[in-house]
């Protein structure tokens, strides 16, 4: 066989084992829901070809995690390898596939200084193995496919050809997969949003109704709050994967920013904003975007942002506790300092969205020259 890839690694190398154990890899095998699987029909079907095709009396589709490999589908193979569907890493060949991320091609694993004690040679009788690697969806080598041969044999150019393009097929197997998988994701989710989206609505009608006598100030009002609502929203990006981490969708400052934009430039000195930089995740946005915009709205009709006098400086830093420090700072006018926070929906609101559903706090402090709101919450809160 011409350029046949050479086998140069060592059983105990560190950086094959480092590779084995890849954390990264290692998530994305456990996101296909490969091991420990009932055998889909398109993996058992690929090795029956493979087999039939380069005419070997073994196939296998082998996907290896740091300890063992798990056959999801298998012809060929008796004994406890067939029953158990697998073998300790002390029996596999298809390791080396992951951790060189390309074909390996043994024409007689005896004659082999590094395979030649490999547990498969004497327990499962391996002599000849070709195997190409299997990918996940992004890319990470998950397993192998393979052929086996009790005999010494030379693959040819065309044996590797042909397990490559039948390991394709099952590659695309995993990515249908994962779409199916996503998909059934997005609509629940929708629904749940959706759901919420709606409660959340209702509610809202049902308070500011009672703090309104009018229609038309009723109406300005419930439209600002959908507005913070939709603007929330605008900065999610939906759960479109089931297995992998949402992650952040926004930053704080992207959110206070857009937030803060139609009460003035920010390159005018009324409004300060600074701090360092912290993610937000998709449900923790539409709490911080509710609470903001309640702080925002009462500075813009009472305090700093009333006047032209008036300024706001909103900072934050990381706390010792593993926590986010938001200040939210007003000066410029006179405040009653015997005043109490008022007790209204607002002040509710505030309250759902920072103490309820973040699981943060609330603390507010009031000078004759400065109005304070303090809020303190958890930053794993802010990835949700």
Known sequence: MKDTPEFRTEVHDVTHEKRLADPERLQALARTGMMDSPAPGAHQRAARVAARLLNAPVSLVSFVDDKRQFFSAQTGITGPAAEERGTPI???FCQYVVSSEKPLIVPDAEQ????????????????????????????????????IDERPREWTDDDLAQLSDIAEMIESDLRLRETLEERDIVLQEMRHRVKNLFTMINSILRMERRSHDT???????????????????????????????????????????????????????????????????????????????????NAAKYGGLSTDGGQLTVQWRLGDKEAVEI?????????????????????????????????????TVVDTDRFVRRLQVPFARLQA
């Not at 499962?124 to 190409?132: E, Q, S, T, W």
């Not at 992650?247 to 360092?276: W, Y």
């Open 90 to 92: 002390s029996h596999s």
């Open 112 to 147: 082999d200084p590094v395979l030649c004690s490999n547990g498969a040679v004497q327990d499962l009788k391996v002599r000849a193995y070709l195997g190409v690697p299997i990918r996940s969806p992004d890319g990470h080598v998950l397993g192998s496919f393979c052929v």
């Open 215 to 297: 229609a038309d100030e009723l109406a300005e009002s419930v439209g600002a709050r959908l507005k913070a609502l939709s603007d929330a929203h605008e900065m999610i990006v939906p759960v479109v994967n089931a297995r992998r981490s949402e992650g952040a969708t926004t930053t704080l400052d992207a959110l206070t920013r857009k937030l803060l934009a139609p009460h003035g430039s920010e390159h005018e000195t009324r409004i300060v904003i600074r701090g360092e930089h912290v993610p937000v995740g998709p449900k923790a946005a539409v709490y911080l975007t509710l609470a903001l915009h309640e702080l925002a709205t």
């Open 327 to 363: 200040s939210w700072e007003e000066t410029g006018l006179a405040w009653d300092t015997d005043a109490t926070p008022r007790s209204g929906f607002g002040s509710r609101l505030l309250s759902i969205a920072v103490e309820g559903q973040l699981a943060g706090q609330i603390d």
